[in-house]
């Protein structure tokens, strides 16, 4: 099928760069997803005939790396953008041998190398399985269905969709990640799998699905991840203590913030961040923990500091953050106290001071409050004049 899309001019240029060097090559995936539905991809993955060491010796060791065990890739720098670039697949080996479904059909190793068709054959789900040829300006539908599941907003697991939850637990939740962020919904076959199958979650890669938490925490969807999540049943495996509290004041105010959060991200108010993000989740039930109502934040204290960090750790467990993003929250958190006190304002230069800014001003906005006055109060660090680093301080002979 033909159809013009705007391509990443680097992208373009790298394909083209692998095609004269003999090897087919397609933006694939997402990106073409999102191109179809109006949307801005966040970055151009691209699938070739060309294996990881032959994609290396094509941009040189300089501008490319091989990444990856269970999945070999490599990264390309083109034009101050990195690529991800993968060679096609085919169906991938399975564990086998223990007779029994939540093991045997794991993917174990998916280095199988194959052609453009059979790499879109053992891909996830129709919509993710198209590819694009920036340069002839042609989509490949090999399934025969993504264009039109796209256009009817159907999210369809290809070929047998119990298999595929199977194979890797972790398409529960990516199909789960399409129904909130582009209102799709499931086809009968693909949703009638993945309420069977919901319980081999527990058998899916922790640091997968810990960078899988990371990513709904940047997005602009964060609120709709977890309300999708819970109405399937997969929130009691993937963040069990938010879905246990559900539907009481404490988590219905963290929806309301991190929609507030989201609204402004998607707004360009205010730059994504995880650690903000994990914040504003946790804030309303760190004040339950403190004995606060919703929206009435606590006191500092000793003790304070140390149930903040008890109640990220518990929020959000089992998944775990990186370390530098726990902490950050835990900044934006104690600071919250000092924007509400006469007597010790946080300094504009305060280390963590502009996150704390932000969820300040969310707080607020959600109260009905008025945002711009306490905006013009609380300007940002940018705003005030910046420390003198190293010599003399100002007047000083």
Same mark, same amino acid.
Request: charged share 30%.
């Given at each position: 099928?033909?159809?013009?899309?705007?391509?990443?001019?680097?992208?373009?240029?790298?394909?083209?760069?692998?095609?004269?060097?003999?090897?087919?090559?397609?933006?694939?995936?997402?990106?073409?997803?999102?191109?179809?539905?109006?949307?801005?991809?966040?970055?151009?993955?691209?699938?070739?005939?060309?294996?990881?060491?032959?994609?290396?010796?094509?941009?040189?060791?300089?501008?490319?790396?091989?990444?990856?065990?269970?999945?070999?890739?490599?990264?390309?720098?083109?034009?101050?953008?990195?690529?991800?670039?993968?060679?096609?697949?085919?169906?991938?080996?399975?564990?086998?041998?223990?007779?029994?479904? =939540?093991?045997?059909?794991?993917?174990?190793?998916?280095?199988?190398?194959?052609?453009?068709?059979?790499?879109?054959?053992?891909?996830?789900?129709?919509?993710?399985?198209?590819?694009?040829?920036?340069?002839?300006?042609?989509?490949?539908?090999?399934?025969?269905?993504?264009?039109?599941?796209?256009?009817?907003?159907?999210?369809?697991? @290809?070929?047998?969709? =119990?298999?595929?939850?199977?194979?890797?637990?972790?398409?529960?939740?990516?199909?789960?990640?399409?129904?909130?962020?582009?209102?799709?919904?499931?086809?009968?076959?693909?949703?009638?799998?993945?309420?069977?199958?919901?319980?081999?979650?527990?058998?899916?890669?922790?640091?997968?699905?810990?960078?899988?938490?990371?990513? @709904?925490?940047?997005?602009?969807?964060?609120?709709?991840?977890?309300?999708?999540?819970?109405?399937?049943?997969?929130?009691?495996?993937?963040?069990?203590?938010?879905?246990?509290?559900?539907?009481?004041?404490?988590?219905?105010?963290?929806?309301?913030?991190?929609?507030?959060?989201?609204?402004?991200?998607?707004?360009?108010?205010?730059?994504?961040?995880?650690?903000?993000?994990?914040?504003?989740?946790?804030?309303?039930?760190?004040?339950?923990?403190?004995?606060?109502?919703?929206?009435?934040?606590?006191?500092?204290?000793?003790?304070?500091?140390?149930?903040?960090?008890?109640?990220?750790?518990?929020?959000?467990?089992?998944?775990?953050?990186?370390?530098?993003?726990?902490?950050?929250?835990?900044?934006?958190?104690?600071?919250?106290?000092?924007?509400?006190?006469?007597?010790?304002?946080?300094?504009?230069?305060?280390?963590?001071?502009?996150?704390?800014?932000?969820?300040?001003?969310?707080?607020?906005?959600?109260?009905?409050?008025?945002?711009?006055?306490?905006?013009?109060?609380?300007?940002?660090?940018?705003?005030?004049? =910046?420390?003198?680093?190293?010599?003399?301080?100002?007047?000083?002979?």
């Amino acid at each position: 099928m033909k159809r013009q899309l705007q391509v990443s001019a680097n992208a373009t240029d790298l394909i083209r760069d692998l095609q004269n060097s003999g090897y087919e090559a397609y933006i694939v995936g997402g990106a073409v997803r999102d191109l179809l539905l109006g949307r801005n991809p966040k970055d151009f993955d691209i699938s070739t005939s060309a294996t990881p060491e032959e994609v290396r010796k094509v941009f040189g060791r300089r501008s490319s790396r091989i990444i990856g065990k269970r999945f070999r890739l490599a990264h390309v720098y083109k034009g101050g953008e990195l690529f991800e670039v993968s060679t096609f697949r085919r169906t991938p080996r399975h564990a086998g041998g223990n007779g029994e479904a =939540a093991h045997e059909n794991l993917i174990l190793s998916d280095n199988v190398f194959g052609t453009a068709e059979e790499d879109a054959w053992r891909r996830d789900f129709t919509v993710n399985a198209l590819f694009y040829d920036p340069i002839r300006e042609e989509i490949f539908d090999y399934t025969g269905q993504g264009l039109t599941d796209i256009e009817n907003r159907t999210v369809r697991a @290809i070929g047998e969709p =119990a298999l595929r939850f199977e194979e890797d637990p972790v398409r529960l939740l990516r199909a789960l990640k399409l129904v909130a962020q582009f209102d799709f919904v499931l086809d009968a076959a693909t949703e009638n799998a993945l309420f069977a199958k919901l319980p081999l979650f527990s058998h899916a890669s922790q640091s997968r699905l810990s960078l899988e938490l990371e990513k @709904i925490l940047q997005s602009s969807y964060g609120d709709r991840h977890l309300q999708v999540f819970h109405d399937y049943g997969l929130l009691d495996y993937f963040l069990p203590e938010i879905n246990r509290r559900w539907d009481t004041p404490p988590v219905e105010y963290a929806l309301d913030l991190l929609y507030e959060r989201n609204c402004r991200v998607e707004e360009r108010r205010y730059r994504n961040s995880v650690s903000l993000a994990a914040a504003t989740v946790a804030l309303p039930l760190i004040e339950a923990e403190l004995g606060r109502a919703p929206g009435r934040l606590w006191e500092g204290s000793r003790k304070t500091a140390e149930t903040i960090r008890s109640v990220l750790n518990r929020t959000f467990a089992p998944q775990t953050l990186m370390m530098r993003m726990v902490l950050s929250a835990e900044r934006i958190l104690l600071l919250q106290s000092s924007f509400e006190s006469e007597a010790a304002p946080p300094h504009p230069h305060q280390h963590g001071y502009a996150h704390a800014r932000e969820l300040f001003l969310i707080r607020h906005a959600v109260a009905g409050d008025n945002v711009d006055e306490l905006e013009r109060r609380w300007p940002p660090a940018s705003d005030r004049p =910046a420390r003198r680093r190293g010599g003399r301080r100002p007047g000083r002979k």
